[in-house]
Structures are given as C-alpha cells and as structure tokens.
Nanobody, 115 residues
Framework: VQLVESGGGLVQPGGSLRLSCAAS????????MGWYRQAPGKQRELVAAITRGGITNYADSVKGRFTISRDNAKDTVYLQMNTLKPEDTAVYYC??????????WGQGTQVTVSS
C-alpha cells in the first residue's frame, strides 16, 4: 500500500490549504482514512478522520476550520484547511486503516503557517 500526499506548503495566517492523499496498491478495503500531524518536539496527533461511511472525527483545535472528505472510488482523502494559524504548522501525515488490520502511513507533507 502506498499513500501519496500533496498540497502542503507555506501560507500566511488566515489562509487556506487543501491536502490530498491518494492510496494505491490496495487489496483489502480501507476502513478509516485520516490525517495526523507532528510539530517539532511534539507527539504525532490526530487531526481528522473519516470512515468509509462518511462519519468524521476532528481534534478540538481544528473543529470549524478544517474539513475532511473522502472519495471511496478513488481511495483518496482530502483535508480542507481554512483560517490557518501558526500553531497549525507541522508535518501532516495521511493514514489508512485497512479491513485486514494493517495501518499505513504516507511520507508526510510540510505545512507552514507564517507571515
């Protein structure tokens, strides 16, 4: 299984970015897809997740600003990030949990929020 992320970059506070993550090499169906992030010196944390049926879960710090969505036909997950803050700066990782029980990670994409 390969997860390829795109869409990271540098943005000013208050700006927006959209992350994408496409999965390939899938044999077993993907149950949950999600985004995690890790800032320097901090532990990796869940940002948002979405089940195959569309049930979502968000970290309190991003509720109302970030939206996760998914295209099951394309095995792709998106993260629309609005009203970005400097504290959102981190490496963002895509995650896919397959029905086989395996847990897969992307290589990460840097998001930097700075003026």
């Amino acid at each position: 299984v390969q997860l390829v992320e795109s869409g990271g970059g540098l943005v000013q506070p208050g700006g927006s970015l959209r992350l994408s993550c496409a999965a390939s090499g899938i044999i077993f169906p993907i149950n949950t897809m999600g985004w995690y992030r890790q800032a320097p010196g901090k532990q990796r944390e869940l940002v948002a997740a979405i089940t195959r049926g569309g049930i979502t879960n968000y970290a309190d710090s991003v509720k109302g600003r970030f939206t996760i969505s998914r295209d099951n036909a394309k095995d792709t997950v998106y993260l629309q990030m609005n009203t970005l803050k400097p504290e959102d700066t981190a490496v963002y990782y895509c995650n896919a949990k397959l029905s086989s029980g395996t847990n897969n990670w992307g290589q990460g994409t840097q998001v930097t929020v700075s003026s």
